[in-house]
């Protein structure tokens, strides 16, 4: 009986996530996953810290055409569909993690950088 019980004591343990670790399993299931949208050519996320990871978007645009319209239109409807898909950014958002949303042109340079935050998840106005 004492077996059993340790038994189960180390299996709830270690099924018990840190707050460190549901980042790198929100990062290796971001990666590993697609966003299907045209405009999207790349995305990629990094851990931080403890309390904080970047996630990188290359938009198949020039600088010239990444605009207020853009960032204000067709990017909260990519955002949607990446919080659609990992509901573990929700729940690291409410835990105080910080993601840094990094928007770069075609050609790899970041026009613009924005933290998603329990203050604007909600309605995903980050820009």
Do not use: W
């Amino acid at each position: 009986m004492k077996k059993l019980t340790l038994f189960f004591l180390a299996l709830v343990l270690a099924s018990c996530k840190s707050k460190e670790g549901k980042i790198f399993a929100f990062i290796e299931d971001f990666n590993n996953s697609e966003i299907s949208n045209p405009l999207v050519k790349q995305s990629k996320a990094y851990y931080i810290n403890k309390k904080e990871a970047n996630i990188d978007f290359i938009l198949n645009a020039t600088d010239s055409t990444i605009t207020n319209d853009i960032l204000k239109t067709s990017f909260p409807k990519i955002l949607d569909q990446v919080v659609n898909s990992h509901p573990d950014l929700n729940s690291l958002v409410k835990d105080d993690v910080i993601f840094n949303l990094r928007i770069y042109n075609q050609f790899g340079t970041k026009v613009v950088e924005s933290p998603l935050d329990k203050d604007n998840i909600a309605n995903l106005n980050v820009f």
